[in-house]
Every structure is written in C-alpha cells, then in structure tokens.
C-alpha cells in the first residue's frame, strides 16, 4: 500500500508548473485527463545498447504493471524512447522531438554523460525534470539543480570510498590510476588524488590513454614498476579487458584492480580469457544470476525479464525497474493535481525508499543524489560476488 502525503506546491517558477503548454485537460505538458507522458533517450543499439535496452526493458515492465492496476490517479504512463545510439547530436534531437512533439513530463533514464550536460539546459528552460540520468558523473549532481535527480552511484564518490577502503581495510600503500584521457577518466584520477591527498598520501603513479588505444603493456609495466598495489581503473570495457590482460601477460597478480559502475557488467566477469579474476568494482547496484539467492518478489520479477527478453537480466535492467518504482511513487505523492513543481516536491519527500532487491534512496529538498553508499563485488570464478553490502561515501 502507498502512503498518502500531502505536498504543498512551490510558487510558480517554472512555466510548465504554472500551467504553461498545451497537453490536454490539466494544461500542463505531458499531463490530460487521463495520460502521463515519460521520455526516454537512450543508447538501444550503440556501444553501450546492453545498459540501454535493459534499462528501458524493466522500466516498461513496471509501468505496464502500473497501467495494468488503472494507471495512477487515473492517468495511465505513455513512455516514449528514443534511441540516440550513444550519439551527442542525435541525443539533442531526441530531446528537442520529446519535449517538443511528445510534450514530455518528466525525462527519465536519460543515457550518457555528455549528452545530459548538452542537453540539461534545454529541459530546465522547458520545465521538464531531469530524473534518474544514466550517468555517475559529477555533473549530475554539481551544481545543485531543483529539477535534476539522481539514484545511482557518482564516480567521484565511488572512487573516493574505494581508495579509503582499499587503505584502511586492506592495508594498500601505493595507490596508482589509470584512466582514459576523457572527461569521465579525468574524473577518476581527480577522486583517488584527492582522496589520498586527504589521507596523507600520494599517487604513486599514474597513466592515462586514448579510449581507442589497444595496447597497454607499457603502460602496465610503468606501473607495476612503480610499485603499485593497489590501481584505480578510469575504463570502460573494452580497455578495462585490455589492461587486464596486459597484466596477465606480464605476470602481473600481486595487485588489486579497482573499478566502478563504467566498468561493471557480467561480460566483463564472464569473458572467456579469465583475465578479470579478482576484480573489484564499487557499484550502486550489484547483478544477479539464476542461482543467486533471491525474495519471491525478486525472483518471479527476474523470471519475467528472462521470459520477455530471452537473456538474464544486467545490473541496469534493476535500476531501472527500481527507478520507475519511484517515479511511480513520486507521481503517486503529487496527487491528481499534477505539476511539475507537485512533482518535485514529491520526490523531495521520499526519504525512507527501499526497493524490491533491497537497496536505499533517500531525497531532500537540498538533497537530490540518492544514493550515499556502494556495493563492493569482485569477480570470482567468471562471476560477480558481493564482498560487503554498503561502503558510505
């Protein structure tokens, strides 16, 4: 049962919580009498389409499930995907066709890092929220913005809890970073210097490549020189297998590799090299698989993926499950009444959320992240295994 909570509605400051647009009944886009529009853009067949799909999969489930039950406050949810295919030009105009031509409500699960920093601006000036983006960049949460919400991990954050437990719980003396030379891999070696800088220490190390290099022998040689016992990695996929094997190669295995959620899926446990073998990754959400122990709740939900999508479901495909749950919920809390500016205030006030695999969010009026803790996992005979349920930031 969902608990009623009165919300006040915030003064008019933004046109489409006063009414602004034309969408129906309410006067407020995205909302009729008997309708809520949800946008979506997304990567459903780029390089990172595995997390997309997945994503926007669950979601669906859940709000067929709502639909199904009479939609809320009899509105049913209209969602409306566009594949942008990971690409910046085609996220800016799925942005403009959604709050434009489909007169979005909300924005939600939006993929990429990049693309929400293109593309933040165009839906505050449209007074769409920005809710639950697929990306654990900083820029998600800095500066503060009224209408932005996050529920997953930031990688600043993570790494930074990483290095803090890797020192004070493993007993690690040489912390190096590898990382990509982006924005993103930037970030990583921004956190683990400023996380041993505040602990007294130094980097023993650091090495940074291009995504599209392919070869990092010399790069893993610089560092297991230098004496490091501990690397944070600033990779995706495909290089974090590369540097992997690269340590392989050299007889590297006296080390621990440290990631986060850019570097965590079941492919990267699973591939066939075994090269991934004592892995950690600091993650918001960890997978599951067929065996793993589950609530009924969890597991007829885990069976319904598998049955719709021929495949097991990937860490994003509970994300987003979850975080329809609370949009959902946030909708439910605004009342029938239904603005933008309810709608904030609503997920403003759930601060007490628990979902069905059994993690937290917490919200605020001056606290939009979510999330204030990681998952530490590490790969084990090709599979992810939990090691400790929460490290807070």
Known sequence: MRISVSVGLFACVWLSACGGGESGGSGVNGVSDDEIVIGTHTDLSGPVALLGTDATTAARMRFDEVNAAGGIHGRKIRFVVEDTQYQLPKAIQAVNKLINRDKAFVMFLAMGTPM????????????????????GGRQMIEPFRPMMFTARGIYYNEVRAGVRYFVENRGAKAICVIYQDTDYGLEIFEAARDQTKAMGMELAATSAHKPTDTEFTAAVLKLRTAGCDTVMLGSIYKDTMLIFEAARKIGWDDVSFVGQNASFSKAVASAESGAAEGYFAFVHIAVLYDDSEMSPAVSAWYQAFKELTGHAPEYAALEGYRNADVLIEALDRAGPELTSAAFVAALESINDYQDIFGYKLSFGPDDHVGVSESVLTTVQDGRWVVLEESVSY
């Open 116 to 135: 929400n920093n293109a593309t933040i601006d165009t839906l505050t000036e449209a007074g769409v929220p920005n809710v639950f983006p697929i990306s």
